[in-house]
């Protein structure tokens, strides 16, 4: 299966349609309506948030297969975690909330300096695109791939990352 011209023109204006879209609607211009959308959500959309924060394809991928390998204690970790999440919420966050500390670098700024938090920041973001996301990108193509096994893993990949990218922008600018 090859793509035509006019796939090829479809996908191009879609991602440059999307791009133009997000850079003239995007409306977060400050880092606290950044991060805690103007302090206006509900309790149902923050419990959403931090299910999908922890949900990808590469995470149902491999509990998947871990759990077809090694059975359900593979999913301990998500059950332990929820106590972990109410721990933190009950201990941690009014320390947090008083302070006025939106993220883990503002933290380090505060109690260290400067370069800890860019040190930190560097790690974070270097962390997140070389391994986070290029393993997200290939476990998703892989799918793909199965399911349409003449599609090219490259262009897999450059539309599922067009597509997270315009899902991300479009649910940060309307529910977050």
């Known amino acids: 299966m090859q793509l035509n011209i006019i796939d090829i023109a479809i996908l191009i204006s879609f991602i ?4 133009w879209w997000a ?5 977060s211009g400050d880092s ?7 302090r206006n959500m509900s309790w149902p959309v923050v419990g959403l ?3 999908a924060a922890s949900v990808s394809s590469s995470t149902l991928m491999g509990h998947s297969g871990e759990g077809f390998i090694s059975g359900i204690a593979v999913f301990n970790y998500n059950w332990i975690s929820v106590l972990v999440m109410v721990f933190f919420a009950l201990f941690f966050l009014p320390f947090y909330i ?3 500390i939106f993220t883990m670098p503002e933290f380090l700024e505060r109690r260290f300096d400067k370069r800890s938090r860019y040190y930190f920041s560097f ?19 892989l799918i793909v791939k199965i399911i349409f096994p003449e599609a090219d ?20 600018d309307y529910y977050f």
Not at 23 to 27: M, P, V, W, Y
Not at 129 to 135: E, I, K, M, N, R
């Open 123 to 141: 790690i974070t973001i270097f962390g997140n695109v070389f391994l986070d996301a290029a393993t997200t990108l290939y476990t998703g193509a």
């Open 98 to 100: 008083k302070s006025g």
């Open 32 to 38: 606290a309506s950044y991060f805690l959308a103007g």
């Open 49 to 51: 948030s931090l299910f």
């Open 153 to 172: 893993m490259f262009w897999i990949m450059v539309c599922t990352s067009s597509k997270k990218w315009t899902l991300k922008r479009f649910f940060s």
């Open 16 to 19: 440059v349609g999307i791009i």
């Open 23 to 27: 850079l003239k609607n995007g409306k």
